[in-house]
């Protein structure tokens, strides 16, 4: 298992713009998945991409992955309010079974 | 269906105490892992148990156990607790161990330890 690295920390943006988050890890992966976490509660699966794609789209979330870069990121449009929460990306690592969780993005969407 | 419930919803305990924490997951599924998450240190994983087996474990203290039973339901328990130990703790189900599963995340539990 290994953990994903998300940058920025923090981002804080205007209603209607792009949020882009990112995510680095280290090792070989299966597939990488992103979570939503809204204050204080559960997360909630977003996007699972597999390690022989590129791009994903789900509704306003576009998610790429490179693992030549051994990167990921997601892409939220046209921003709302209601996508204020911190966000996690999580690499299953080919060796291992358990998905290992990053410090995570916080997003703030400002009406 | 039903998703991941965990009970109780909060909870306030003195140093020194034990507490379990309880989490069912969603019908059919096998595996359970659990997270602790506190402000500073992220979320941060515990242990993962699969068909009543400890599969996984993190990097926590042995005051920190688990178990699993027959009918996939875990309970999470800590003894001695510490004032480090106040985080909210969750619980994911998965299916199965198959790789390319997601997991399903109860509200979790709110432990404030005094």
């Known amino acids: 298992s290994q953990q994903g690295e998300e940058d920025p920390q923090a981002l804080s943006i205007q209603e209607g713009e792009n949020a882009t988050m990112n995510c680095s890890y280290k090792?070989?992966?299966?597939?990488l998945q992103w979570y939503r976490q809204n204050s204080g509660r559960g997360l909630v699966h977003l996007i699972l991409?597999?390690?022989?794609?590129r791009e994903k789209h789900s509704g306003r979330l576009r998610v790429t992955l490179d693992t030549s870069k051994k990167s990921s990121s997601l892409l939220i449009t046209a921003s709302r309010a209601a996508d204020t929460a911190s966000y996690f990306c999580?690499?299953?690592?080919?060796?291992?079974?358990?998905?290992?969780f990053g410090a995570g993005t916080r997003l703030f969407v400002k009406a | 269906k039903a998703g991941v419930t965990q009970t109780p919803r909060y909870l306030i305990k003195t140093r020194g105490q034990q507490v379990t924490l309880s989490c069912s997951p969603i019908?059919?599924?096998?595996?359970v892992s659990w997270y602790q998450q506190t402000p500073g240190q992220g979320l941060q994983f515990l242990f993962e148990?699969?068909?009543?087996?400890?599969?996984n474990k993190g990097n926590f203290p042995g005051r920190f156990s688990g178990r699993q039973f027959s009918n996939s339901r875990s309970e999470m328990n800590v003894s001695t607790l510490e004032l480090g130990d106040s985080a909210l703790y969750l619980c994911?189900?998965?299916?199965?161990?198959?790789?390319?599963?997601?997991?399903?995340f109860g509200p979790g539990t709110r432990l404030t330890v005094t």
């Open positions: 999580a690499p299953l690592g080919t060796g291992g079974f358990k998905t290992i």
């Open positions: 994911a189900s998965e299916k199965d161990g198959a790789i390319n599963n997601e997991q399903y």
């Open positions: 148990y699969f068909s009543e087996t400890q599969r």
């Open positions: 019908s059919g599924h096998r595996s």
């Open positions: 991409i597999r390690s022989n794609e």
């Open positions: 090792t070989s992966i299966n597939n």
